[in-house]
Every structure is written in C-alpha cells, then in structure tokens.
C-alpha cells in the first residue's frame, strides 16, 4: 500500500497569504489527524477528520480550518498567516481513530509533511 | 499543551550501547505509543503498548509501562547509527472529557544520537 502523502513538501508565504495543504491517506484509512510541529511548542493536535466530518479539534484559532472528501483525502487551510504559522505541518491516518467520550486511539500512519515558512 | 514529559532530553551514545528513554504523561490513559522521527519528517510508528500491558518488545526495542507512576520507557539495544533521530512518546486520552477523536498528545521528545 502506498503511504500516506502530502503536497507541497515545502512552501514560502508571505504574512497575511493564505495558505491550503492536502494530505491523502493509506487507502481504506478514513480518520485523517493533523499536527503543527514547531521547535516551541513541539507536536500539537490541530483537528481530526472522518468520513467528511470534524469530530475532534485542537486548541487553534479559527484561522486553521480543514475538510475531508468522499475518497478521505484531506485538507487544511490557513488563512491571514502570520509568522508564528511557520512550522512543520503533519497529516496522519489511521484506522483506529478512537471513540466517544475517550475511547483508544491506534497507530497512527504519517505523511513526510509540508514544510511552511511565513516571512 | 504537551500531555509528558522524556527524559532525558538528548542522548549521545556509542554504536552497540543501549539507549533508555523516559516519558511521563499526566491522565489516564488507553495506549501509549512511541514514534522515531528523522530530522524533521514524519513520524514513524515504533509501538504500542496498551494501559493493561506492562512490557512489550519488537525487534530490539522493548517498552514498559507502569500506569500506577504514569510513565514507561523505551530501551533501544545494540543502537547503530541509523538510531539517530528523535523518539517521541504519545498518549491518547485527556482530561476533562471530550472527545479522544484522533487526537494523540505528544511529549517533547528525545534526541538520540548514535555515534559510529
């Protein structure tokens, strides 16, 4: 099975751009997570998707917002970018995506990232 | 907000020598995971241990967990080179309800380095 994938790898934007990245996931995965990963604050829970639905979302203002397709393929997007946007973003897809109200969450299958700079 | 803390924060070692990593987490907990990621990319799944299980081993990595001190470690024996990188422990549950949807909390990680 091919791996998870993300596009672009690397992208340079400018403050107040806007920004869209896109993850898609093994084939049969329909949980897709994204992560922010910057050197401060490390790895950070952004929102979750699954089957064209938000059903779980990390501490971010609005301006970090996202959707799923019918085929799982996902998207984030991120509006009025300031510099502290500036970070490693990371999709993952899984089977086990975890329940309502705590339920476990599995292994996690990651892409390689898209690199964002905000200059 | 990071669910842990690993300790130590970097590890530099010589090629055959173990390497021990810690991790800390604050809730209870489902699974713990550890994941390895190479400068800068993705992550990669190393193992998964359930809050029921209290050792695990895969290849020549073993994990523990004690969820009475909400921690577990990650032994890497006979280390080569290719070790290097960082090593993340994650957690999938939090406080205060919600939702687990996806959501793994990530401690700060390890740096290892492996010297030839």
């Known amino acids: 099975k091919a791996g998870v994938t993300q596009t672009p790898r690397y992208l340079i934007k400018t403050r107040g751009q806007q920004v869209t990245l896109s993850c898609s996931p093994i084939s049969g995965h329909r949980s897709v997570s994204w992560y922010q990963q910057t050197p401060g604050q490390g790895l950070q829970f952004l929102f979750e998707y699954f089957s064209e639905t938000q059903r779980n979302k990390g501490n971010f203002p609005g301006r970090f917002s996202g959707r799923q397709f019918s085929n799982s393929r996902s998207e984030m997007n991120v509006s009025t970018l300031e510099l502290g946007d500036s970070a490693l973003y990371l999709c993952a897809s899984s089977l086990e995506a975890g329940s309502f109200p705590s339920g476990p969450v599995g292994e996690q299958f990651f892409g390689p990232g898209t690199r964002l700079t905000v200059l | 907000s990071q669910q842990g803390e690993e300790d130590p924060q970097a590890l530099s070692i010589q090629e055959g020598e173990n390497a021990t990593m810690n991790c800390s987490y604050k809730?209870?907990?489902?699974?713990l995971q550890w994941y390895r990621q190479n400068s800068g990319r993705g992550l990669v799944h190393l193992i998964l241990?359930?809050?029921?299980?209290r050792e695990k081993h895969s290849g020549r990595l073993r994990v523990t967990l004690d969820t009475s001190k909400k921690s577990s470690s990650l032994l890497i024996t006979a280390s080569r080179a290719a070790d290097t990188a960082s090593y993340f422990c994650a957690t999938d549950k939090t406080n205060a309800g919600g939702t687990s949807y996806g959501k793994l909390t990530f401690g700060q990680g390890t740096i290892l380095t492996v010297h030839p």
């Open positions: 241990i359930r809050s029921n299980e």
């Open positions: 809730t209870s907990i489902n699974n």
